[in-house]
């Protein structure tokens, strides 16, 4: 009676099979179930399994047996793994008992089990004859040997013991990694033929971790091939480098390129002028990033397609006659170092045209040679001396005007100089972008759309979305 209330209960879990599956395959359980309650009520049940081969992997390991059953030993050597962390190394205790039925004699017996235990394996061990290495096959391939039980000698294994069996074999059958789907299907049409009721196989290292293993960690280790890894290549601890200073939109700041002996640039370090806290912080983490990326390989080039030309606030002209125009200071900054480190880039960009004899010119010459071989006083170049133009006696230039111009509005370097000035063209720019510096060094940004904004009188103004700050 318990008994026929378990094939019920076998009954009703029918009913509650997924019906996303096919019908027939429920109809048939159902027709199958019913057939053995009515069975059961009529003859009553009995146990179907008298014999069976139970699981004794665990067993062997509380008997302190190397195996029990019809399982062959994993290795000769294993390495098991232990549940807190590292690895117990075990040796089949097996080995001694066996050569000596086979006729060895003391001193071959250790010598064999010391190289065993040196090498993992027993293949090539001193004394040993080829023809008794069949006798210490195992299941998988030692981690120094060639051979191991083939899968088919597994399933002939079983088939010899299954006919004394009522029920199933628990052993499994263990494969090699490097089997095949078409091997392992055909595994199981070898154990259909034989006559067995169930079929295990496992392959070996298809599990992340698994109990017992042929190779210590440090096997395992040596046996992977080393990931290729990015290599920093450092700066000396003392080395030359190029400090340039530049204006944008007024905004003025400091560029220090660190170079390596031959004159290839590996550090960059960013200074702004009136900068505050957070600014200052951004660019010194930019300027360590690129450091870092120039150290690790990254080509100067990759960087300057990557980051010139980019366009934010500030923004505008420049003193620079090789950049007139700045889109953003990063955008100077990365086409400054490009014309400064990259040979031809300052021909292309500029059409060809031949470096002028500007200060700034003189020193981006100077760093494209080996750093070793730039002395430090070629790194700045003299400036030009501008030859004087004609001027009378009385200060005045030679059409008459004693104001300091031409005539024609323009002034007169030539005045500028005797005042003791000596002034060009391009010191009147410089002056002209100072005064303007001065002026917005309190334009705060746009609180619209963050763009910096211009003095409008008492108010400040943005150019880029026209909103107007403190004034209705």
Same mark, same amino acid.
């Given at each position: 009676?318990?008994?026929?209330?378990?094939?019920?209960?076998?009954?009703?879990?029918?009913?509650?099979?997924?019906?996303?599956?096919?019908?027939?395959?429920?109809?048939?359980?159902?027709?199958?179930?019913?057939?053995?309650?009515?069975?059961?009520?009529?003859?009553?049940?009995?146990?179907?399994?008298?014999?069976?081969?139970?699981?004794?992997?665990?067993?062997?390991?509380?008997?302190?047996?190397?195996?029990?059953?019809?399982?062959?030993?994993?290795?000769?050597?294993?390495?098991?793994?232990?549940?807190?962390?590292?690895?117990?190394?075990?040796?089949?205790?097996?080995?001694?008992?066996?050569?000596?039925?086979?006729?060895?004699?003391?001193?071959?017996?250790?010598?064999?089990?010391?190289?065993?235990?040196?090498?993992?394996?027993?293949?090539?061990?001193?004394?040993?004859?080829?023809?008794?290495?069949?006798?210490?096959?195992?299941?998988?391939?030692?981690?120094?040997?060639?051979?191991?039980?083939?899968?088919?000698?597994?399933?002939?294994?079983?088939?010899?013991?299954?006919?004394?069996?009522?029920?199933?074999?628990?052993? *499994? !059958?263990?494969?090699?990694? =490097?089997?095949?789907?078409?091997? #392992?299907?055909? %595994?199981?049409?070898? $154990?259909?033929?034989?006559?067995?009721?169930?079929?295990?196989?496992?392959?070996?290292?298809?599990?992340?971790?698994?109990?017992?293993?042929?190779?210590?960690?440090?096997?395992?280790?040596?046996?992977?091939?080393?990931?290729?890894?990015?290599?920093?290549?450092?700066?000396?601890?003392?080395?030359?480098?190029?400090?340039?200073?530049?204006?944008?939109?007024?905004?003025?700041?400091?560029?220090?390129?660190?170079?390596?002996?031959?004159?290839?640039?590996?550090?960059?370090?960013?200074?702004?002028?009136?900068?505050?806290? *957070? !600014?200052?912080?951004?660019? =010194?983490?930019?300027?360590?990033? #690129?450091?870092? %990326?120039?150290?690790? $390989?990254?080509?100067?080039?990759?960087?300057?397609?990557?980051?010139?030309?980019?366009?934010?606030?500030?923004?505008?002209?420049?003193?620079?006659?090789?950049?007139?125009?700045?889109?953003?200071?990063?955008?100077?900054?990365?086409?400054?170092?490009?014309?400064?480190?990259?040979?031809?880039?300052?021909?292309?960009?500029?059409?060809?045209?031949?470096?002028?004899?500007?200060?700034?010119?003189?020193?981006?010459?100077?760093?494209?040679?080996?750093?070793?071989?730039?002395?430090?006083?070629?790194?700045?170049?003299?400036?030009?001396?501008?030859?004087?133009?004609?001027?009378?006696?009385?200060?005045?230039?030679?059409?008459?005007?004693?104001?300091?111009?031409?005539?024609?509005?323009?002034?007169?370097?030539?005045?500028?100089?005797?005042?003791?000035?000596?002034?060009?063209?391009?010191?009147?720019?410089?002056?002209?972008?100072?005064?303007?510096?001065?002026?917005?060094?309190?334009?705060?940004?746009?609180?619209?759309?963050?763009?910096?904004?211009?003095?409008?009188?008492?108010?400040?103004?943005?150019?880029?979305?026209?909103?107007?700050?403190?004034?209705?």
């Amino acid at each position: 009676e318990p008994f026929l209330r378990v094939m019920q209960m076998h009954r009703k879990a029918v009913e509650e099979i997924n019906d996303a599956g096919p019908k027939y395959l429920k109809d048939a359980a159902r027709e199958l179930w019913d057939q053995v309650l009515a069975d059961g009520r009529r003859g009553g049940f009995r146990n179907a399994q008298a014999t069976v081969l139970a699981p004794t992997g665990t067993i062997s390991f509380m008997m302190d047996c190397d195996t029990t059953g019809i399982e062959p030993d994993i290795a000769l050597v294993k390495y098991k793994q232990l549940a807190g962390g590292g690895m117990m190394k075990i040796i089949n205790r097996s080995v001694p008992q066996g050569l000596k039925v086979l006729g060895y004699d003391d001193p071959e017996i250790k010598a064999i089990v010391d190289y065993l235990d040196a090498n993992d394996t027993i293949e090539g061990a001193p004394n040993l004859k080829d023809e008794h290495l069949p006798v210490f096959d195992c299941a998988f391939k030692p981690a120094n040997g060639t051979r191991s039980i083939s899968w088919k000698a597994h399933i002939k294994m079983m088939a010899a013991a299954q006919p004394f069996l009522s029920g199933a074999i628990s052993k *499994t !059958v263990n494969m090699p990694e =490097d089997i095949t789907p078409d091997e #392992i299907a055909e %595994s199981y049409t070898w $154990g259909w033929r034989m006559g067995l009721k169930a079929l295990a196989i496992y392959r070996d290292g298809s599990k992340l971790s698994q109990p017992l293993n042929t190779k210590s960690e440090s096997d395992k280790a040596k046996g992977k091939e080393e990931k290729a890894r990015p290599r920093r290549e450092r700066l000396p601890d003392t080395r030359q480098s190029v400090t340039h200073k530049f204006n944008v939109g007024g905004h003025e700041g400091y560029i220090n390129v660190g170079l390596y002996p031959d004159g290839r640039p590996g550090e960059l370090f960013i200074t702004m002028a009136k900068e505050g806290s *957070t !600014v200052g912080g951004l660019m =010194d983490c930019f300027g360590t990033a #690129i450091s870092m %990326s120039l150290q690790y $390989g990254v080509p100067l080039e990759v960087l300057v397609n990557k980051f010139s030309h980019t366009r934010f606030e500030p923004m505008g002209h420049t003193t620079n006659p090789d950049v007139r125009i700045a889109k953003s200071v990063v955008d100077y900054i990365f086409r400054w170092m490009a014309i400064t480190f990259m040979p031809g880039y300052r021909e292309a960009a500029l059409g060809g045209l031949k470096d002028s004899a500007s200060p700034q010119n003189g020193g981006e010459a100077a760093v494209r040679e080996p750093a070793t071989k730039t002395p430090a006083a070629k790194l700045t170049a003299p400036v030009a001396e501008k030859p004087a133009s004609p001027s009378t006696t009385n200060g005045a230039s030679s059409n008459g005007n004693a104001n300091g111009t031409n005539g024609h509005g323009k002034v007169d370097f030539a005045v500028l100089d005797r005042a003791g000035l000596n002034m060009n063209a391009e010191q009147v720019d410089h002056n002209r972008s100072d005064l303007f510096a001065r002026f917005q060094s309190d334009a705060p940004s746009c609180d619209n759309c963050g763009s910096i904004t211009v003095r409008n009188g008492n108010c400040y103004l943005c150019h880029n979305c026209g909103n107007s700050m403190g004034c209705s």
